[in-house]
């Protein structure tokens, strides 16, 4: 529609058309409004009389004495008049208001787009600082947002302030419940369970119930909980109670379809208890715990294992729909889908009526919420937030730097973010990204005088734009590349550099740029991002030939990236696995447990793994050249052939967890609590006793015929395996044993261990210390050993020491942290916490 300033009836009526179009579009529930004859006159004289003055006269009554649907049509139209007469300025405040107001994703997304069309300004994300006084301990949300706060206060949110609420009733109280009605708490002999009104400080209740563990409300029912019994009652007085039959339970949620309390049990059940008599009506059982629950108007969706149930108990016991996930981790209800997060960052759209998979996003994310009407919030452990459309679209992106440590807040207009600072910090309500924040317009000025080598001016502008956004990527490579150019101090450059990194993993647009520049300032060969998920910390790498392989347990997945470059080749999926999975692997296989389940994975085979179960769940396993070696925790040792991968012998041989390792023809078991076995490798059976220690094992390492054995007394044993009758060697260490290897120098057996306290020593198998490298920072201070050096991380860089002297030869700069090295084709790699890969040539 062509802006222009109407000035007499006849454009008035040529515009006519266009503009009850946009009635039908926004006006669809006018008639039911209070003042919809006010709003119908007010279009009939702008639009078909050309009485511009008394038809703002008339929306503006209305945009005053309205309800919310009245106030936000009386805006839209105060909106269109303005823009069409091109007065934009005052467009633009309209536009703002009926935003405000209106609860349409579909109008909230137009509106968004006609208020970014009639702006000349750049938007601030951050907004107004609410000061906390104490941190917060818990959020009650209901009609109206409180918190808790450590000090005992009370504050109910509102826009743009805390109201403090002092319910009196003593500082010793615990409070259990807070809502618009009152305060539930109890005293610390928890002989009773006590209600408060806000309203009216005469009413005081008092139940009998003794040490309440959690109540849930949902109306005028409240359930109430303890450690053997669960309560039913209202204000009045208890209605039912049962004792212990839901022992360990959580109430979850309340189904309102059929009016009943939903508790998830220890038996891996839903439980649905009466709000009437407290009697139990339905039940869904799962085979494994129910981690998730959401109650979607008739729909109870739960995840279990690795499986999102759909259920209408009402109408069925059998699953509606049912999804499988790799370790779904939260589920949400967002617009008409269900989206569910996984722990590897994956957002998925469903279909609530049939489980269909309607859109996908591959993220950094630790967590997700709602934000602006219509936006979803994927919020990373970085402090990053990227906020997608109801198809999972990337809308904008903005790094607070640190993560959010409570779910979001709002309350009529405002949304508040808390970071377990002491403040909540308010953000713009109604961004949808339609045009740029203030930060990235300032970003896009700091790239031209970076450009052009203008040093003098940027620091200003970097100022500016931390103010804005902390967290700005760009902003901090740019200082980077600032100190480089102006010889700042190396701490301040690995800052910098640090910050860089650390914000750009989780903004696609920046990853590449940053990186790059950031493994030329830092002589890498590459610096890559891993694809695996936030919370596989300190991924280790091993691998063969061209290929870097890493497991990432959180998404159970294997990876295998380009040994030359770091980039992706594939991923497949691995079996259920723990964060720590036990595993090993040498450069053809990978032998991974998962629960009582062996599976062995081909690397040069997309194929579904050889599986072989064991007779308990596995403690350790290593791979030989010739056999998988599996024990468990009930005392069993299986040998399994390779590469048919049929099982040569299983045999029990101690009743708990132990330790083993292989040097020729025979096998040396290390129960941990300190008995010695030997075993004949072909038949599994014992061939001997070896010696007793008093002290829990908790690492072993072979050299020929010695065996090293770390203890929890901060002993290392050096232990003759072909001479039981000698005692073995002792030496006393400074701290707990946190390594352990067998190393080969100048063609002769040594032990390398690593301590707690980051120091690393060198011993010949007779137990003669060699030299001390006192070193800091190490993930697990466990070097790579490498030709004659020992590689090893020490945060910020990654070192190798002389295996002659324990001395620095070479030193490589990881500002962004380091993991324990890899070496493979003169390549050393390491990868950080923040996922990221270094490769650098030797």
């Known amino acids: 529609m062509t802006k222009v300033l109407f000035h007499n009836a006849k454009v008035l009526r040529a515009a006519a058309t266009a503009s009850l179009a946009l009635l039908c579009v926004f006006g669809g529930k006018a008639h039911a409004s209070t003042m919809a004859y006010s709003l119908q006159e007010a279009i009939y004289l702008f639009e078909m009389k050309g009485e511009t003055a008394e038809a703002i006269r008339i929306l503006k009554d209305v945009s005053e004495k309205g309800d919310r649907e009245d106030k936000e049509q009386a805006h839209f139209y105060l909106a269109k008049i303005q823009e069409l007469a091109g007065n934009f300025s005052s467009a633009n405040f309209y536009y703002k208001q009926s935003l405000n107001n209106t609860k349409e994703t579909a109008k909230a997304y137009w509106l968004a787009e006609r208020e970014a069309a009639t702006s000349n300004t750049f938007d601030e994300l951050l907004k107004k600082k609410i000061p906390l006084k104490s941190p917060i301990t818990k ?56 209600f408060k009104s806000f309203t009216n400080s005469a009413i005081k209740r008092a139940f009998p119930i003794v040490g309440t563990t959690s109540i849930f409300i949902k109306g005028d029912n409240i359930l109430a909980q303890s450690a053997h019994t669960l309560t039913l009652l209202n204000k009045k007085g208890i ?73 209408q108990p009402k109408n069925s016991a059998i699953p509606q729909w049912r999804v499988s996930f790799s370790n779904a981790e939260k589920i949400l209800s967002f617009e008409n889908r269900i989206a569910v997060l996984e722990a590897s960052g994956r957002v998925t759209l469903l279909n609530k009526s049939n489980g269909t998979i309607k859109s996908i996003i591959r993220s950094d994310a630790a967590d997700i919420q709602e934000l602006a009407q219509g936006t979803l919030g994927l919020f990373t452990n970085e402090g990053a937030l990227t906020v997608v459309d109801t198809i999972l679209r990337p809308l904008w992106h903005f790094n607070f730097t640190k993560p959010i440590t409570t779910d979001v807040i709002r309350t009529g207009e405002s949304i508040y973010l808390f970071f377990g600072d002491s403040y909540l910090q308010g953000i713009a309500p109604h961004y949808y990204g339609m045009h740029p924040l203030l930060s990235e317009n300032l970003a896009k000025r700091a790239a031209s005088l970076v450009e052009n080598s203008d040093w003098t001016s940027l620091p200003s502008i970097l100022d500016s734009i931390f103010k804005l956004e902390p967290g700005n990527a760009e902003a901090w490579l740019f200082k980077a590349l600032y100190l480089e150019n102006n010889e700042g101090n190396d701490k301040d450059r690995q800052k910098a550099w640090s910050e860089a990194v650390r914000h750009s993993v989780s903004n696609p647009y920046a990853t590449p ?30 691998g063969s030939k061209k290929n870097l392989f890493t497991i990432d347990p959180a998404a159970e997945r294997l990876i295998c990236v380009n040994a030359d470059n770091g980039e992706l080749r594939w991923t497949r999926p ?148 072909t001479n039981n009758a000698n005692e073995p060697v002792q030496i006393l260490l400074e701290s707990p044993i946190s390594s352990l290897q067998a190393v080969q120098y100048q063609g002769k057996p040594h032990f390398m261990v690593g301590l707690s306290d980051q120091t690393v020593l060198f011993y010949t198998i007779k137990g003669a210390p060699l030299w001390k490298f006192q070193g800091k920072n190490s993930v697990f201070n466990t070097p790579f050993i490498h030709d004659n050096s020992a590689w090893l991380d020490q945060g910020n860089e990654v070192v190798s020491i002389s295996l002659k002297d324990g001395k620095v ?25 923040k996922r990221l890969l270094y490769g650098f040539s030797l």
């Open 139 to 194: 959020i009650f949300k209901d009609n109206s947002t409180y918190l808790l706060l450590e000090n005992k206060n009370i504050k109910k949110v509102e826009q743009d302030t805390l109201i403090s609420i002092n319910p009196h009733i003593g500082a010793n109280a615990e409070i259990l419940y807070i809502d618009d009605a009152g305060v539930w708490y109890q005293y610390p002999e928890k002989d009773s369970l006590h």
């Open 574 to 721: 691995l079996a259920k696995m723990d964060n720590s999975p036990v595993m090993d692997h040498d450069d053809a296989i990978l032998a991974l447990i998962s629960g009582f389940t062996l599976n062995i994975y081909d690397f040069n085979k997309d194929t579904p793994p050889t599986t072989i179960q064991l007779p308990g769940k596995a403690f350790n396993v290593k791979v030989n050249d010739d056999a998988i070696y599996v024990s468990t925790w009930n005392g069993f040792l299986l040998k399994i052939l390779r590469p048919e991968s049929k099982l040569a012998w299983s045999r029990k041989i101690f009743s708990i967890p132990f330790l083993f390792t292989k040097n020729g023809a025979e096998l040396h078991l290390a129960s941990l609590d300190g008995d010695i076995i030997h075993l004949w490798d072909g038949s599994g059976q014992i061939k001997s006793n070896g010696v007793k220690l008093q002290n829990g094992i908790s690492l072993l390492a072979q050299a020929d015929s010695i065996m090293a054995i770390a203890t929890a007394n901060n002993r290392l044993y050096l232990y003759n395996t």
């Open 809 to 833: 030869q070479q030193k490589f700069s990881t500002p962004g942290g380091a993991g324990t090295p890899f070496i493979l084709n003169k390549t050393l790699y390491s990868a950080s916490s």
């Open 239 to 311: 209605r039912a109670q049962i004792n212990e039959k839901y022992n360990g339970c959580d109430v979850s949620a309340f189904y309102a379809t059929t009016g009943h309390f939903v508790l998830n049990c220890p038996d891996n059940a839903l439980h649905f208890v009466s709000d009437g008599d407290a009697s139990e009506t339905y039940t869904i059982t799962q085979f494994e715990p129910i981690k998730e629950l959401l109650v979607d108007k008739r729909d109870i969706l739960l995840l279990s294992g690795n499986t999102l149930f759909c259920y």
């Open 513 to 542: 740029v940053i990186l790059n520049r950031y493994g030329k300032a830092i002589g890498a060969k590459f610096v890559s991002l891993l694809n695996i998920s936030p919370k596989t910390k300190y991924p280790q790498l091993f």
